[in-house]
């Protein structure tokens, strides 16, 4: 079965640190784009970054805070989120395209085959 399955999350205050973790099941992450995307209550769903094997891309809401990485030795990919604020409280979602993709087209939502449950991701004091 393919799946992406997502941890980490959770309540911090402003100022505070989360990271998010996406561990690809049933394919490998060796050649594929990786986004993760959020949802704010009301909101439509928001690119927040991705990454390519070549590169990575921010939203400029999230640049210099967050960082994307990906670890292809454990099939799983990070959203390490520094500096929090309570704008970027959401749902968040990983997703994967099923093999490689122009990067230009990395933050786009219909370029992704499988995508995570889901994380909620809240900032308050």
């Known amino acids: 079965q393919l799946q992406l399955v997502q941890s980490g999350g959770g309540l911090v205050q402003p100022g505070g640190s989360l990271r998010l973790s996406c561990v690809a099941s049933?394919?490998?992450?060796?050649?594929?784009?990786i986004g993760w995307f959020r949802q704010a209550p009301g909101k439509g769903r928001e690119g927040v970054s991705c990454?390519?094997?070549?590169?990575?891309n921010y939203a400029d809401s999230v640049k210099g805070r967050f960082t994307i990485s990906r670890d292809n030795a454990k099939n799983t990919v990070y959203l390490q989120m520094n500096s929090l604020k309570p704008e970027d409280t959401a749902v968040y979602y990983c997703?994967?395209?099923?093999?490689?993709?122009?990067?230009?087209?990395?933050?786009?939502?219909?370029?992704?085959?499988?995508w995570g449950q889901g994380t909620q991701v809240t900032v308050s004091s």
């Open positions: 990454i390519s094997r070549i590169d990575a």
């Open positions: 049933g394919f490998t992450l060796d050649y594929n784009a």
């Open positions: 997703a994967a395209t099923s093999g490689p993709l122009l990067f230009r087209l990395c933050a786009l939502s219909e370029s992704y085959n499988y």
